[in-house]
């Protein structure tokens, strides 16, 4: 009998990540989800709970060393190893330009899109290196390939992490350990209704206006003319944590409408 994969997913209560949770979960993979929010985990459990899927939502800060290491011990004792690591948690605090940004803006974004992904890689290292057919795919952004007029640090964070992906995926090809990054466009998740938020507050809109205003903005900018939904961008996830692309590692998948092949 074929052993059942175990795949880790982080920020795993909303957006990306939760839908790649249920992606993942309905192609038979136990899914450990975790996420700061204690809120978003709790909705996201009742759901998961009607759903009758193998996900089990936990709390972890992937930022905190401790909580990192804790959750790493509760994997190990429950599973032994690890199969899929997908590296989802990420985003920015403070929206805006280039001169409306802080030293300390520019820390926190690295240190949420960047260094947290280097702490929970490491941490789990042991236990991919346990799995015969391991893989790390991480989320970035096309931002991180094609940087927009705001969050100059939030596409700075995103685009090394494309370039620590390509690190990753020569330095773990020897334990046969595949590395790849997804980079979407724009989605219609809570980061994007962050991003309404801030637009209106900053153009003194309404909320639906400023939507309406950012949708067409982007469309403009998209081939065919449509902002992705998380549904779309789990799939190809799922894709790239699976054995149909057991030959591919370093990686990087823009998957944006064709946003970044316009001039």
Not at 162 to 188: C, F, Y
Not at 236 to 262: E, K, N
């Amino acid at each position: 009998m074929t052993q059942t994969r175990t795949a880790l997913i982080t920020g795993a209560s909303q957006g990306i990540g939760k839908a790649t949770a249920l992606e993942l979960a309905k192609q038979g993979i136990k899914v450990i989800g975790c996420a700061r929010s204690p809120s978003g985990i709790s909705a996201f459990r009742k759901e998961i709970k009607s759903l009758k899927l193998d996900i089990e939502m936990v709390r972890c800060d992937v930022s905190q060393s401790k909580e990192v290491r804790d959750l790493t011990r509760k994997i190990q004792k429950e599973n032994g190893c690890l199969d899929i690591l997908i590296n989802n948690a990420g985003g920015f605090d403070t929206f805006g330009g280039f001169n409306d940004l802080t030293q300390q803006d520019w820390k926190s974004s690295y240190q949420l899109n960047v260094l947290s992904v280097v702490l929970i890689t490491q941490a789990f290292l042991p236990l991919l290196k346990k799995s015969i057919d391991a893989c790390i795919v991480n989320v970035s952004s096309i931002s991180g390939i094609r940087p927009g007029q705001y969050l100059p640090h939030y596409s700075a964070a995103k685009a090394a992490l494309i370039n620590l992906t390509q690190s990753l995926a020569i330095e773990l090809a020897k334990d046969k350990i595949r590395v790849n990054v997804i980079a979407p466009g724009p989605v219609l998740t809570q980061a994007w209704e962050k991003n309404t938020a801030s637009y209106a507050k900053e153009h003194r809109v309404s909320l639906a206006r400023a939507n309406e205003l950012l949708q067409e903005r982007q469309k403009n900018k998209i081939p065919l003319g449509r902002i992705g939904t998380p549904e779309e961008v789990a799939q190809v996830i799922q894709f790239l944590s699976s054995p149909a692309s057991a030959w591919m590692t370093g990686v990087c998948l823009p998957f944006d409408g064709g946003m970044s092949r316009t001039t």
